[in-house]
Structure formats: structure tokens, C-alpha cells
């Protein structure tokens, strides 16, 4: 495109270089012409940015899924009784245990919120073992291609992580313990698969989706509204 430009400048410049107003008039027109040319990013610019925009990314993620409600008020990520235990939860509702059902749910979700937190040090890790050739995948991928890396390089990790937090964080709730005492005695008939009523397990994934849905959320934003690219780098890599 830019040789089409030279050549018509060439074109017509002797058209007015006979007049002096025109003095340098090529000069100019070859400059802005130069200027207009994307500056080509190279390995370190091209990583550095990544990073960075990985980093801005996952900290907002964080932030947001870790404060309180913020999974159980974003109905995006909020974590619902599983489908395969509703009926249970329907008939605890029935016979007067709605408040229960209704704790129940706000604990599941407390504890993702209370687990998101140890992300943090999971991704940093991640970050620093970017190799360019990610960054180059990345950055000429879909527009949530950063979070499909981080969760392929995270997501068991944060799991292992998340689970006993959840576990914990949702045992110290008594509707929880009174729920996982009813959901308990289901286990027990033939007809029930136990690992449907694995609740910590359950809330765990969740946690996790949610977690990965809201970053890419936050790196589609960074690639396309120029609002969120808030430091020099972002821009001059996204902005390409």
C-alpha cells in the first residue's frame, strides 16, 4: 500500500515542483508517508505487552469474582444448586427448608469468592513462563486466545488450590453441613451416583468457570475498546 502512495506522489510532484511554494513538497509528503507505517513491534515489545495485558486482566478477573457477591450477585458466574440434586433441593423447599436451600446457595458462592484470591500467585507463574511464541499465538488469535493459554497452563493447579479452600470455607457453614447431611443420606440408595452429590467438587468447577469467563471478558475489552489499554505498552501492541 505503501509503494502505491510513492508512486503517485511521483507522479505528481513535477506538477508543482515548478512552483517554489513547493519547495520540499516530496520531502514532506515522504515523511508523513513514514509516519503512517505501523512501527513494526519486536519479540520483547510484542511479550512485554502480552504480559502486561495478561496481568491487568487477571487482576481485574480476581478482583471482581473475589469481593463479596461477586459471583453471587453476577448471574454470568453465580453458582446454582447442581441440576442433578435439584429435586432434593425442591423437596427440602417443600417441606419448610427454603431458608436452608437459600443459604446453601449463598455459601457455594461465598466460598468461590473466598477461594478466587489464591489465583493470584498460579498466574504470575504462568505469566513469567510466556515463551514469543505464545505471545505470537496469542496475540494474532481470538479474541479470548490469552485466556484459552492461561487456562490450559492454570486450570489444574487452581483447582487443587481452590478445592480445599471451598471445602473448608463451606463446612464452617451450618447450612451447608446440614445440607451435605441430607444430600448424604440420598448417597446411600442404589439409584443415586455419589458423585453427583460431590458437592465441594461441584462448586470447585464452578468456581473455576466463572473465574476463566470473567478474564475473558477482561481480555476482550483490552483488545477492543482502547478505554481499557491503560499504560503506553497496551496500546502500542493492541493498538497494531
Known amino acids: ?17 515548478p512552483n517554489p511554494c513547493y519547495a520540499g513538497f516530496l520531502d514532506r509528503i515522504m515523511n508523513l508517508l513514514d509516519s503512517a507505517v505501523p512501527e513494526k513491534l519486536d519479540e520483547n515489545t510484542i ?6 495485558a ?7 478477573a480476581v478482583s471482581s469474582v473475589s469481593k463479596i457477591d461477586g459471583y453471587f ?12 440434586i435439584e429435586k432434593v433441593a425442591d423437596g ?6 427454603q ?20 489465583a493470584t500467585p498460579i498466574f504470575i507463574d504462568a505469566i513469567k513462563e510466556m515463551t514469543f511464541e505464545d505471545a505470537k499465538k496469542i496475540l494474532n488469535g481470538s479474541e479470548t486466545a490469552a485466556t484459552s493459554y492461561f487456562k490450559e497452563k492454570t486450570n489444574d493447579k487452581i483447582y487443587d488450590v481452590f478445592k480445599p479452600v471451598i471445602a473448608s470455607s463451606m463446612d464452617e457453614t451450618g447450612a451447608t453441613r446440614a445440607y451435605k447431611n441430607i444430600t448424604g443420606k440420598f448417597a446411600s440408595l442404589p439409584f443415586v451416583k455419589p458423585e453427583f452429590l460431590e458437592i465441594d ?25 482502547p478505554a481499557a489499554r491503560i499504560s503506553e505498552l497496551l496500546i502500542k501492541v493492541f493498538g497494531k
Open 92 to 97: 427440602l423447599r417443600k417441606f419448610g427448608y
Open 73 to 84: 450477585k453476577n448471574p454470568s458466574i453465580k453458582i446454582p444448586i447442581p441440576e442433578k
Open 47 to 52: 511479550i512485554s505487552g502480552l504480559k502486561e
Open 201 to 225: 467438587r461441584y462448586v470447585t468447577n464452578k468456581a473455576l468457570e466463572g473465574l476463566f469467563f470473567v478474564i475473558g471478558q477482561e481480555e476482550k475489552k483490552i483488545r477492543n475498546d
Open 1 to 17: 500500500m505503501k509503494n502505491k502512495y510513492i508512486l503517485l506522489v511521483i507522479m505528481l510532484t513535477p506538477l508543482f515542483l
Open 54 to 60: 495478561i496481568s491487568v486482566g487477571t487482576n481485574n
Open 99 to 118: 431458608k436452608l436451600v437459600d443459604d446453601f446457595i449463598i455459601s457455594m458462592n461465598r466460598s468461590a469468592e473466598k477461594a478466587a484470591l489464591k
